[in-house]
């Protein structure tokens, strides 16, 4: 049964390139908890701490703002990697 309580789902920080970013997590031991849907207007990835928190960092490709935001125009689905 999934919790209806109110609390926090994850902590979101735009960076400059996801890959530089996942390398250096990778490197350190963080396992990829969730690699983001292809969509041609950001990419995303998501880690679990220690302590159970969810990082996600995202890069956007595009300054124009109703792209940055636009749901939809995925080309693939997200994918789950770790089970924490």
Same mark, same amino acid.
């Given at each position: 049964?999934? +919790?209806?309580? @109110? /609390?926090? #789902?994850?902590?979101?920080?735009?960076? +400059?390139?996801? +890959?530089?970013?996942?390398?250096?997590?990778?490197?350190?031991?963080?396992?990829?908890?969730?690699? /983001? #849907?292809?969509? @041609?207007?950001?990419?995303?990835? %998501?880690?679990?701490?220690?302590? /159970?928190?969810?990082?996600?960092?995202?890069? %956007?490709?595009?300054?124009?703002?109703?792209?940055?935001?636009? %749901? /939809?125009?995925?080309?693939? +689905?997200?994918?789950?990697?770790?089970?924490?």
């Amino acid at each position: 049964m999934r +919790d209806s309580r @109110p /609390g926090l #789902a994850h902590i979101g920080f735009v960076v +400059d390139s996801v +890959d530089e970013v996942k390398n250096r997590l990778v490197s350190k031991g963080y396992e990829i908890a969730t690699i /983001g #849907a292809n969509h @041609p207007f950001r990419k995303t990835i %998501y880690f679990i701490d220690p302590e /159970g928190y969810q990082f996600e960092f995202i890069q %956007y490709l595009s300054e124009i703002p109703s792209e940055k935001n636009m %749901y /939809g125009g995925e080309t693939n +689905d997200i994918k789950r990697v770790s089970t924490k």
